[in-house]
Nanobody, 119 residues
């Protein structure tokens, strides 16, 4: 059974930082592209950052220079370090794993963790 369990969300003031964790069980993070998505109230879910199976990282423009995605292979865990947080970063953040093998897409989602940026 595959499980992605996020933690680390909470309430933070503008300009503050949070580090989200995604503990993964049932698959190996280095076999998948690991992603962080977010969904704000009334908005579509959007991709925030990716770390590929080879370790290449990619970020959406609205988080470049502020967020960093990383992984700990030994712990099978993916992180999202979020700095200089702004109210518009308020959303539920989801961990996602995906890979395509032999034309078949396999993907998994975590349950999400709430991040609220407010003074």
């Amino acid at each position: 059974q595959v499980q992605l369990v996020e933690s680390g969300g909470g309430l933070v003031q503008p300009g503050g930082s949070l580090r989200l964790s995604c503990v993964v069980n049932g698959i190996i993070v280095t076999d998948y592209s690991m992603n962080w998505f977010r969904q704000a109230p009334g908005k579509q879910r959007e991709r925030v950052a990716t770390i590929t199976s080879t370790g290449t990282t990619d970020y959406k423009d609205f988080v470049k220079g502020r967020f960093t995605i990383s992984r700990d292979n030994a712990e099978n865990t993916v992180y999202l370090q979020m700095n200089s947080l702004a109210p518009e970063d308020t959303a539920v953040y989801y961990c996602h794993a995906a890979r395509r093998r032999n034309g078949i897409l396999s993907d998994y989602w975590g349950q999400g963790t709430q991040v609220t940026v407010s003074s």
